[in-house]
């Protein structure tokens, strides 16, 4: 099959996806399938030709919002694609904030020592980790926990077994529970953003987590109530954030979250354009193979589930 992307094109998927037989063409009307790197605007007008397109990222809330994903022409998205490198943030972003490294880098000097050892948590001591999502964020990061000992939950929507699981929960059976977010001692998001997962962490669920939790975000901004955490970090209901997204985005200058002691930011960076180009590719093949035989691709976009 052609293919084109744009906006821009990126070297390495094209060269992988030549190697795979199918014909790069920088005409889109000569195009069968679409390769997208680019946001909602400037999204053009699809001719016939074209058969599916492939967004080179996971997050497809903003294509859906604007009507660029209208179930007119099939999608494919990045799911799954970039899970080993978000779920080494994610545990960084864990570990940064346990150990106090933001408090620290603010306080400028040694004599913070004592405070700072008081304050810092450990995962070798075997503290429960809820996962929020578990997709393949939330399976890479099993396998990076696992020397740690601790105990995971793992939360999805059809509540099967995820490997190396401790426990997993349906999310149904997971929120309804009052015992759930009060059990963890972290909680780990990388749960897709959907109208029902929207603002999931409220001024209600932080108050109903423990005092010495760190909840960390890799999945979408707004799954936080932003100045509901604000307010739960200053007033010390929970102990800490990693937040690798942030809901506004970008998170402004000046922001309550940036000066916060127990609150280690990264600005998205997890998985850039500069991680995709060289990841990406694979999965463009695998879909394009999948749309050729007349099957699902594996990362079908479902226009109704919202990812």
Not at 48 to 58: N, T
Not at 140 to 149: Q, S
Not at 288 to 304: I, K, R, W
Request: aromatic share 6%.
């Amino acid at each position: 099959m052609k293919f084109t992307m744009l906006p821009d094109a990126w070297p390495e998927p094209v060269a992988e996806l030549e190697a795979a037989g199918h014909g790069y063409t920088r005409d889109l009307d000569e195009a069968d399938f679409l390769v997208w790197s680019g946001g909602a605007e400037g999204f053009p007008r699809l001719p016939d030709s074209v058969g599916f397109v492939q967004y080179v990222f996971a997050g497809v809330e903003e294509l859906i919002d604007a009507g660029v994903i209208d179930g007119s022409v099939r999608w494919a998205n990045a799911g799954g694609v970039y899970a080993r490198p978000v779920a080494e943030t994610a545990l960084a972003l864990l570990l940064s904030q346990l150990h106090q490294h933001k408090a620290a880098a603010l306080a400028a000097s040694f004599d913070a020592r004592l405070d700072l050892d008081a304050a810092q948590g450990w995962l070798f001591r075997g503290p429960t980790v809820a996962l929020v999502g578990a997709g393949g964020i939330a399976r890479a990061l099993i396998g990076m926990l696992e020397p740690f000992g601790c105990r995971v939950i793992a939360v999805n929507n059809s509540g099967r077994d995820v490997p190396g699981a401790d426990e997993t929960l349906a999310a149904a059976e997971a929120y309804a529970d009052a015992e759930f977010w009060s059990c963890a001692d972290a909680v780990v998001l990388s749960a897709p953003l959907t109208e029902s997962t929207r603002g999931l962490v409220d001024a209600s669920v932080l108050r109903r987590m423990k005092d010495s939790a760190v909840l960390v975000n890799v999945g979408r901004g707004p799954l936080v109530d932003t100045d509901a955490l604000v307010a739960a970090l200053r007033d010390g209901e929970i102990a800490g954030a990693g937040l690798e997204v942030t809901d506004p985005e970008p998170l402004p200058d000046g922001h309550p979250l940036w000066p916060l002691p127990n609150c280690t930011i990264s600005p998205h960076i997890a998985a850039t354009d500069r991680v995709a180009r060289h990841l990406i590719g694979p999965q463009i093949v695998a879909n394009a193979a999948a749309f050729a035989n007349g099957e699902t691709m594996p990362t079908e976009v479902d226009v109704e589930a919202g990812y």
